[in-house]
C-alpha cells in the first residue's frame, strides 16, 4: 500500500460492500454497544456515556462517502462501455443496413426518401431526403470512430452549395473539434456525432442488430 494513500482514498479504493460493512459496525458498536459497556463502569461519566451515540452517525457517514464516489465511477465506466459496444454494433452494420435505418429513422422524422435519384450516383452523397420543397443530402461516417474537422464539413457544405441543396447532414459515430462545430453553426449544416446518432436510430438499430443474430 502508498505511503501517501490517506483514510478517504483507502475507502473510496475497497470494495463498495466493505466500507457498507465497516460502516454499519460502526454506528452499532458508537450506538449502541459503548454506552452500554460505558454504562457499566462507574469511572465514565454521562458525558462520556453520550459521546458514542452522538460519533455514531459521523463515523458512519465518513465510512459511507466514499460509497457515493466508486459507484458513480463505476456507473460512468459502465455506460462508457455500453456506448462503446452500441457505436461497435452499429459500425458491424453493412453498408446497406446502415443506410437502411437511418434512411427509416428520418423517415419517422417527416423526411422521404426517394429510391432512386440522380444524387445517388455521387460517391460524395450516401443519401438524399426531401421535406417539402427542399432537397437535403446526407453523408455518414459510421465506420470511423475518429473526430472529424472543419475540412470535411467545409467540403459538404461546398457540396451542397453546388447540388443545389437546402442542406446537409453529416453523421458519424465519432466526434467533430470546436473548429468543425463552429464553422456548422448558422448554416444549414446537422452535425451528428456518436451519441446523436445512437438517439437518432434508438430503436430502429437494436432491431436490425437483433434481427441479423437470429
Known sequence: MRKDLN???FLAQIPWWLSVSLSV???????FLVPYFAAQSLLVNEVHVSFGPVLAPIVAL???????FSLFKFNRKKK??????????IQDLSWQEFKEIVAEAYRGSGYIIPENNVFTSDPSVDLIMRKGANL?????????????GKREVKNLFTLMHDKQASGVFLLSTGIFTNEARHYALNR???????ISLLKLLGKDQRTSSSERSN
Open 80 to 89: 462508457l462501455q455500453d456506448f462503446k459496444e452500441e457505436i461497435q454494433s
Open 7 to 9: 483514510f478517504i482514498d
Open 136 to 148: 437535403y443530402l446526407v453523408q455518414c461516417r459510421y465506420w470511423q470512430n475518429r473526430k472529424l
Open 62 to 68: 465518513a465510512f459511507l462517502s466514499p460509497v457515493t
Open 188 to 194: 444549414p449544416i446537422t452535425l451528428v456525432d456518436g
Open 25 to 31: 459496525t460502526f454506528y452499532v458498536v458508537l450506538k
